[in-house]
C-alpha cells in the first residue's frame, strides 16, 4: 500500500537523487586510477619507493573498501527504510557521502592514503541510496509496471554516468581553469551531496504507508544472513546468483577499466572522463529506447537469457582490441547489453518479491552486488600487478559466461520465446 498522494512528487525527486548520487560516483572515475596507477600524472601519490603495481594492489584495496562497507551496510538501511520511512533513510546516506567527499579531498591535499581509504569506507558505510530508491519506487509501483519504472531509474544512472566523468575529467583539468586539480571534483561532489540531503528532507514525500509498528526488529547482521539467504531461497536463488556472478564480472572490469585504458592506450584522467560519459550516454539511450520497448515485447527471462551471452563476448573482445576506436566501439555494445542486464535483472527479482519487504530484497540484491564488488577489486588488483592490466577484463568474461549457463539452465535456451 502506498501513499495516495506521493507518486507524482516522489517519483522524480527519486529519480534526481539517484541521478546527483551516481554523477557524484562518476565524478571520482577519471581521477582515483591516476592517484595510484599512473606515475606519469601530475596528481599520483605514491611515495618515493612505491612502485606502479604496489599501487594497483592499493587501487585495488581503495574500491573494495567502498563496496564492502556498502556490503554490510546496505541491507540494514533496506531494513531501516521498512522501519521509518524511505525519506529519512535517503536523507542520511546522503548526508554521509557528502562527508566523505569531503575527506577524500583533504585526504588528496595532505598526500594522506589512510585518510582516503576512511573516506571511502564512509561513502561505503552510507551508500544505501539506491536499494531505499528501488524500494521507493516499487512502493509507488505495480508489479507488472517495475521493469519500467526501473528502467527510468537505470536512465537516471545514464545521466548520472554521461554529467559525472566529464565533470571530473575537466574540473581536474589545470589547462582549463588554473586553480582546478585533483581535489576540485571531489569538493564539487560533496557540495551536490548536500544540496541534495536538504531538497530530500525539504521536498520528498513518504513513500511508505505501512506504519512502523508492522516492522519486524532490524537485523544488524543482516548482510551475512543475506548470502546465505539468497542463495538458498525457493524462488529467487538464482536470480540472486547469476546477478552475483554478472556483478563481480562487471566490477573486474569497472575496478580496473581506467587501469586498462591507460596501460594500453595512453589515456589521462580527460580521457577516462569521457570514455565513461561516452558509456553513460549509451546506457541513457537504451534504457529510454531500447529497454521499454522490449519490456513490451519481451518477457524479462527472455531478453536476459540473450544478454548474458553477449556481455561476456563483447567483454573478452575488448580485452583484445589494440587500438582505443575498437575498444571503445566493442564497449558501445557492451553497454547495451550491460544496461538490458541491469534493468531486468532488478526488475524480475522485485516482480517476484512480495510487496512488503521491497526494502529488504533490494538490500539483499544491493549486499550481494556489494560483496561481488568487494572481492573482485582486490583480486583484480592482484591481478593487474601479476598478471597484466587486461587480465581483469578477461576474468570478468568468463564470470560474465558463468551467469549465462546458470540462467540457461533455470529458464531455458536462449531460443525458447517463454
Not at 524511505?86 to 557521502?97: D, F, P, Q, S, V
Request: charge should be positive.
Amino acid at each position: 500500500m502506498t501513499v495516495p498522494a506521493a507518486p507524482r512528487r516522489a517519483l522524480p525527486i527519486l529519480l534526481f537523487t539517484v541521478f546527483i548520487d551516481i554523477m557524484g560516483f562518476g565524478i571520482m572515475i577519471p581521477i582515483i586510477p591516476i592517484l595510484l596507477a599512473d606515475p606519469k600524472s601530475p596528481f599520483f601519490l605514491l611515495p618515493p619507493g612505491m612502485t606502479v603495481r604496489q599501487g594497483y594492489m592499493l587501487l585495488g584495496c581503495l574500491a573494495a573498501s567502498f563496496a564492502f562497507m556498502q556490503f554490510l551496510a546496505a541491507p540494514v538501511f533496506g531494513q531501516l527504510s521498512d522501519r521509518y520511512g524511505r525519506k529519512k533513510i535517503l536523507a542520511i546516506t546522503r548526508a554521509g557521502t557528502s562527508v566523505s567527499y569531503f575527506l577524500f579531498a583533504l585526504g588528496i591535499v595532505w598526500k594522506n592514503l589512510p585518510l582516503l581509504f576512511a573516506a571511502r569506507a564512509l561513502d561505503g558505510a552510507t551508500g544505501g541510496v539506491v536499494a531505499v530508491a528501488q524500494a521507493a519506487i516499487a512502493d509507488l509501483t505495480d508489479p507488472g509496471k517495475r521493469v519500467r519504472r526501473f528502467a527510468l531509474l537505470s536512465a537516471a544512472f545514464g545521466l548520472g554516468f554521461i554529467g559525472g566523468p566529464l565533470l571530473g575529467g575537466k574540473l581536474s583539468d589545470p589547462s582549463l581553469v588554473p586553480w582546478f586539480n585533483a581535489t576540485t571534483p571531489f569538493w564539487v561532489a560533496g557540495l551536490l551531496a548536500l544540496a541534495n540531503t536538504l531538497f530530500i528532507s525539504l521536498f520528498l514525500p513518504e513513500t511508505l504507508a505501512a506504519p512502523a509498528a508492522a516492522r519486524g526488529a532490524i537485523r544488524w547482521d543482516q548482510s551475512w544472513r543475506n548470502v546465505l539467504q539468497a542463495f538458498s531461497h525457493p524462488s529467487l536463488g538464482v536470480l540472486f546468483l547469476t546477478a552475483f556472478l554478472y556483478h563481480a564480472g562487471f566490477s573486474f572490469y569497472a575496478s580496473f577499466a581506467s587501469v586498462f585504458m591507460i596501460n594500453r592506450f595512453g589515456f589521462n584522467q580527460g580521457h577516462i572522463g569521457d570514455y565513461f560519459a561516452f558509456l553513460g550516454g549509451v546506457g541513457l539511450l537504451t534504457q529510454l529506447v531500447v529497454v521499454r520497448r522490449l519490456a513490451l515485447v519481451w518477457p524479462p527471462q527472455r531478453i536476459l537469457r540473450v544478454m548474458f551471452w553477449l556481455a561476456g563476448a563483447f567483454m573478452f573482445l575488448a580485452s583484445l582490441a589494440a587500438v582505443w576506436w575498437i575498444f571503445v566501439g566493442i564497449m558501445f555494445l557492451f553497454a547495451v547489453s550491460s544496461n538490458l542486464i541491469q534493468t531486468n535483472s532488478t526488475g524480475l527479482i522485485s516482480s517476484s518479491a512480495g510487496g512488503a519487504v521491497q526494502g529488504e530484497v533490494m538490500g539483499i540484491s544491493s549486499s550481494l552486488a556489494s560483496l561481488a564488488m568487494g572481492i573482485t577489486p582486490l583480486l583484480s588488483g592482484f591481478l593487474a600487478a601479476g598478471v597484466s592490466p587486461e587480465a581483469p577484463l578477461r576474468v570478468a568474461a568468463v564470470l560474465m559466461f558463468g551467469a549465462a549457463l546458470i540462467f540457461a539452465r533455470k529458464f531455458g535456451i536462449a531460443s525458447n520465446p517463454g
